[in-house]
């Protein structure tokens, strides 16, 4: 599996912006890139995904650079409940239901928003 | 409710012997994953099924097996337990096509002693 590299933690202050950057240099032209995160005492949960280009939905913006080297997860405003760690995680083409289905986490981003 | 249901939520239990941990899929899913973090080694994926075939294998000891069954829900099973498997298991579960997100369950906290 393609690895990336996230800073170990990050802080914000509550309703401003928060970039939260990965690299990953030896990506594959079919890897997605996943990012997930998990909630103190909570399972992980999906956040946002993308290929190629940028993706926006409720929770976030991922933004994708030109050479998929690497991407930033962007929290618009983030709030005393984004305190999580943040996984960057390429998810390659095993085929649906083969092995590279699977994801592969790293250590995460340890996000901090103080008031 | 992420929709992926694991049961037992804490199990306690002595070192030697078996335990079963069960996770009911998120309805419409096919695909189920394993997965065990503990604090020195994160996150770390044990096994995937795919409508009742194994299609993946990640860091699974040898005294750990799983399975799935015709009703999609999955087992895994802990067995000749030590000290070292105290950790969180993790179920998630997906809807193929590629691309999709998994969907986690809370979790099932097993503590050895």
């Known amino acids: 599996d393609a690895k990336t590299t996230q800073p170990n933690s990050m802080e914000s202050n509550e309703e401003e912006p928060v970039h939260l950057p990965c690299n990953h240099s030896?990506?594959?032209?079919?890897?997605?890139i996943h990012w997930y995160r998990q909630l103190p005492s909570q399972g992980p949960e999906y956040v946002i995904h993308?290929?190629?280009s940028n993706v926006n939905n409720r929770m976030a913006s991922l933004a994708i650079a030109e050479d998929r080297k690497s991407s930033t997860l962007i929290l618009h405003r983030a709030t005393l409940r984004d305190a999580a760690v943040y996984y960057c995680?390429?998810?390659?083409?095993?085929?649906?239901?083969?092995?590279?289905?699977?994801?592969?986490f790293g250590t995460g981003t340890q996000l901090k928003v103080e008031l | 409710d992420s929709g992926v249901t694991q049961t037992p939520k804490h199990l306690i239990t002595a070192t030697g012997q078996r335990v079963t941990l069960r996770c009911s899929p998120r309805s419409g899913d096919l695909s189920v994953y394993w997965y065990q973090q503990s604090l020195d080694q994160g996150l770390q994926f044990l096994i995937q099924?795919?409508?009742?075939?194994?299609?993946a294998k990640g860091n699974i000891l040898e005294r750990f097996s799983a399975q799935q069954f015709p009703d999609l829900h999955s087992e895994l099973n802990l067995s000749s337990l030590e000290l070292g498997d105290s950790a969180l298991y993790f179920c998630a579960s997906s809807v193929v096509p590629m691309g999709y997100g998994y969907t986690f369950g809370s979790g099932t906290r097993l503590t050895v002693v």
């Open positions: 993308g290929l190629t």
């Open positions: 995680i390429l998810r390659g083409q095993g085929g649906i239901t083969g092995g590279g289905n699977k994801l592969t």
């Open positions: 099924y795919y409508n009742g075939e194994e299609r």
């Open positions: 030896t990506i594959s032209g079919t890897d997605y």
